[in-house]
């Protein structure tokens, strides 16, 4: 949620480095948008028959990966590929946190597990604007990018330890 909120500011640095039209712009704000879209459904499905857990992480690796493509681009079409990248992982993402939050606690502690979850994409949505617009006033729009890696090694390690594989091939 946080990198959708960041990229806005990012885009007349990005128009200036990469020389980007206003279609190019377009295409690195909707090409993870799109992606994302188009295979939230198919990989939740995956997880379920897979294991939420694996697919989560993978889903982690993509994001992270794609993250290192957006922020070593040299050329708005790099960084449209690194967007589809980012989107399929945030695919994943998107259609299996919640299931694992909720697999990761008893009964009892859900509803608790569901409002930290709904809190943290909440937050991440308001504070989008300042981090991006502080990460290309200070540094470099590729800074959006680069922040995305060590949270994903950090949620890699966190899933590696606390989150317990599920899968449910009759969901």
């Known amino acids: 949620m946080l990198d959708s909120t960041t990229l806005p500011l990012a885009l007349a640095s990005i128009r200036a480095e990469l020389g980007a039209s206003s279609s190019g712009l377009q295409w690195v704000q909707n090409s993870y948008l799109l992606t994302m879209a188009a295979l939230v459904v198919t990989l939740g499905r995956v997880g379920d028959m897979v294991g939420r857990k694996r697919t989560f992480q993978l889903g982690m690796l993509a994001f992270g990966a794609g993250s290192v493509i957006c922020a070593t681009a040299g050329s708005v079409g790099q960084l449209i590929a690194g967007r589809v990248v980012q989107g399929a992982g945030g695919a994943a993402l998107l259609a299996l946190s919640l299931a694992i939050a909720?697999?990761?606690?008893?009964?009892?502690?859900?509803?608790?597990?569901?409002?930290?979850?709904?809190?943290?994409?909440?937050?991440?949505?308001?504070?989008?604007?300042?981090?991006?617009?502080?990460?290309?006033?200070?540094?470099?729009?590729?800074?959006?990018?680069?922040?995305?890696?060590?949270?994903?090694?950090?949620?890699?390690?966190?899933?590696?330890?606390?989150?317990?594989?599920?899968?449910?091939?009759?969901?």
């Open 102 to 171: 909720n697999l990761a606690f008893p009964p009892e502690e859900r509803p608790r597990a569901v409002g930290i979850w709904a809190a943290v994409s909440a937050i991440a949505l308001a504070i989008g604007p300042l981090v991006g617009g502080t990460a290309v006033e200070l540094v470099s729009w590729r800074l959006i990018f680069w922040m995305a890696v060590p949270f994903a090694a950090l949620a890699l390690a966190i899933m590696a330890v606390a989150a317990p594989e599920s899968r449910d091939e009759t969901a």
